[in-house]
């Protein structure tokens, strides 16, 4: 996790000089667009169009190659057609420009041949060492330097805000629309870059660069699938570091995964899952909306960052303080009580027809009393329960409008908490209250639940960066077990049940006594040496579902019991199963009460390798209560993830129930984790289900699993 | 549900004349701003300043009382303080005047004395038959007519646009936040409306009254919470019979109900669950936020209605169009395959880089070959298995914006199927597309995500309309059972375990066969004649909790087992529960498989009878999968909440399980809907926990069943 950050790309977004190459004197069309662009926006470098059939493009002297041109430009553009990329990528690298991006389409988008060719100029770029941009893409803006180098929309209206949002979208149409609907919100740019089929650059390594770029003070991304996954958290890690929130619109979440999976861990998780595990694991907030993406960007440019969850709401409507309590409980944030004393000091000023109960309603009194509001936030501020304030003005207007912004930026420069509004008057009767909230650094939203869901993104972010920092002092459990890996090396079948528990035990796992008998003798002695009753189940890898292949016999009382079991057992999976390899059948202790969940391990081939937890049994795919982790999990990880689950109750003790043994789930959790990074190269999917969590003191028992492994 | 509609509020919205009580001159004051406004906005009518102080105010003579009025107006206005509000309204009772808004705070909102006053007020309204909107409130405005009636922001501005949105809150200051907020995005109004404390007309009798008017096209409510709930129903049916959306901001929702219930039924529901049952059942379209009601309004003033739920995607970005498939499936709505026919007349015409497939990517191909989009929407458009079609437009801009938007308005004329746009070019850039559209009825949306949101609720409505028409041809089962509304007469304690099983089996719900035992020969001579195994359970509408008061045996496989269980059962109870009132000792069938669900009755104080099913047992109360209607329920209504639950893949054959006996289900819930109905004012609450779900053909069957009294 602590690897060098990516590659520098200031010059990409900051070229000193560009060559565009298929550069058109047509600015209809595409590659005529981005000379233009480039000047009509004041772009400040030096413009080298190259393209043999002119001799001037849009003003600018035009060169038959770009090996003609005079001096070596930082950034190419390639807009001629596929077929012609190869030559012109290995002429730019030949050249020696670092950064290039390849407007053109016709390549992994539309079949084997584009994808063939795709792989060609990922061979040219590595080979001269040229950080590409696209094929497939809308180009780049860098919007503090005026450099728009792409076509479309966004490059051929006005200049957008200077701001300190960084954006990159792997839709080139789509990511621009949203970057002209933020700024017509009043957003600003750093920088945009659309990348998409990133055969070089990726959306990960922009988030990288963006996260090292001082200007930069929030990351955008709009993300359908990256390729380099298992890099997210380690470039989330250094986002958090820098103080930099990651917004993320994942989109792309509703295929059908049509890959076989063994496991239930493997169903139930999927890309879409692993996303959200490394997303949560490094404080990346989700978005799903543009208007979302512009609210978050507005709250956390304010630059403050709350202690805790625990919010003060102020507000002059009753109606709007029920709609943000509401919305506050709703995205995790607390409303709770403040000190005895603050509501103490807050029922002395505020009108008996108010309440100085969080949420504070100081009713529309302000208007016979402006000085009560200055004194009621002020003990607000200063209560230490209230790690954020918001305000709700209604659609207060006018002069009185102003008074109050004024004052909420006053008040807000004398503390660390963050103070947010929510006020819905019309622009043009609060403009200047407007002007001066902004100027303040006092973030606006049009509603309370926009304001709610802001403070909430705001307030997760924080909560990720203290969780990393202590997570950065915890242990990690490391294990080294040869054994286990041998147990994979070459396999390509399923591990049985009783080789699957074999393989968890080699880390720590409890599992069941058991013994895997091979006759009838047999299975009466193990019996009798584990204790009846016990269970009998067929042991096979090509038997996936034991019990429907009555594979299995439980409550087994004495030794007539399990000889005839063991008989029945076998006829019953050869009658099921003709062909099955059929090891034995394992004789088991029998194992009561406690709460069954299902732990396993996912190893992907984007993510890598994680670890999930979850409701076990039939309710589990109903449900779908499960949380998974990229690997490796501290303790604090391991623990945050069990309590995520909706069914922590259960383990908890609800409803009068004995509470679980949920420190040894947490020590199961890291031993899978552990596991999991140690057969990284070996094993694809595991399932430990069920996974027994008995009364606390009783520790957890592997009830029964499931191994596949990693088949090259 | 045949009532016939509530009160005419034409001449509320339209008065004639206006008497304005306790006016002042001073247009800073509450009291001063309603004769400024009705003036400021162009009120027609004429105005009467009421205050003995004044001969004239704002240019509008003034009389000394309403009485001294020249004429009887139409509507009064109170703007005196509470103490003084009982006279005022007397003598605007007297007058005649037959509808009157009170401002006025300082009544059940302030506490014991403000409560009185209030009730005083309502007595004096009922006395005289004037409806009455407040206390407590900030107005109304009448858009069409310029009857600006009432104080704040939003009376102080310009007049809002005329349009088909009428809209009832009982927020004053966050109602009209809202409405500002929807007027800046473009929406227009009819009528406005803040109810305050509703002493008089509610919420409810405002939806009703704009399903009546004609130039309502869509209702919207702010609501905290309603008096008159059981009516939601009825009035919601009349919204549906006139084909206006009602659209609904419900807020107030996190409140801990502080209300001891002994039911899981009561516990599970409480009054959110009975709105979100009545809004579902009337197709009454919940909004979260501002931004919905406004995207809501724009989809359902277009006025069509899909036919269902198959949504066609046509997108010149394939990013947008990824997105919008995940938000129409996140949304329920249906984004297949067209017919084999449509997808080959679409290949002929679309690059090869496009999609042929839906989402239909039709590329940026369109910039050299318009006629090619024509061409394919048609095709789309008249595909049999296309309901609806959205247009993603990304940021067209400029002249090829405008002939789209004129295209796509041309072929909206052609067909009922409504089709909707998600288009985020910058206003001034497309400015001639979006008004075209918008003049020819075809909705915009900034983004896909707000785009397929609101088609999901068009088409909600769509479908609850249908299945409303489908409702009322089915008979709704009524039953009489005198013996059961005995057994609850008069009783003031629960009903022990067999006198609810036995109220139960009045209306025909499957139960345990059992023989209520008062001593130990009872017990085996009951158990000898059911047949063993049998269970035992003690009965004492004491005892809640049998199983923790060690009063439940089960598997009791012979008489010797049954006598010391009898005495066990006995014995326990009595040390747990020493004072209890024991009915005896339950000898019950032994019953084995099925699912285990829980079915019940709560008997709301402000809805009338509801029914309830969910999943059963300790996962009940972790998931909360319960669904709720309100009585009576039809079949199709009974199958519907059923089919809602999360967990009816368990019943619908899940992993190989056996399909269970769904019908016999839908019978129980039918039957606990007359129960409910039959003993409305009876029983308050009622669990049947477990109610076993057995295989197809094989019943239903309670388990154990529990039965509050209604108390008075």
Known sequence: MSKSPGRNLERLFNPRSIAVIGASRNVQTISGQPVHALAKHGYAGTIYPVNPKYAEVGGHRCYPAVADVPEVPDLALILVAAARVPQMLTEVGRRGIPFCIIFSSGFAETGEEGRALQAQIAAIAREYGVAVVGPNCQGMIGVTDNVYAGFGSAFS??????????????????????????????????HVVSTGNEVGLTTTDFIDWFAQDPQTKVIGAYMEGVKDAHRLLEVGDRALDADKPVLIWKVGNTEVGSRAAASHTANLGGALALYEAAFRQRGMIRVRDANELIDYTKVFESGKRPAGNRVAIVTISGGGGILMADQCAESGLSVGPLTAQSEERLKAIIPAFGSWQNPIDIT???????????????????????????????SLQGEIATLRAKELVELSRTTSKPILTAWSAREKFAADAYRALREGGVPRFATPVACAKALAALTTFAQAQRQRAFERTEPVLTLSRPQAKRMLAGRVDDLAEHEAKALIAHYGIPVTREVLATDRAAAVAAAQAIGFPVVLKVQSADIAHKTEAGGVRVGLADAQAVEQAYDAILASARAHAPGARIDGVSVQEMVHGGTELIAGVQNDPLFGPAVMVGLGGIHAEVFKDVSFRLAPLTRSAAESMVRELRCFPLLDGARGRPKADVDALIDALLALSALAVDLKDELAELDVNPLLVRERGQGVKALDALARPHVR
């Open 157 to 190: 209206g006005d200049n957008f805000r200077h701001g300190s949002l960084s954006m990159t979208t792997q839709s080139g149409g789509f990511g621009y629309g949203v970057v002209i609907l933020a700024e017509e919100s009043g957003l600003g740019f750093r």
């Open 364 to 394: 529309a009194g302000i208007f016979n009393n402006p000085e009560m509001l200055a004194q009621a936030m002020r003990i607000i501020v200063d209560d230490p329960t209230v790690d954020s304030i918001v305000v709700i003005n209604a």
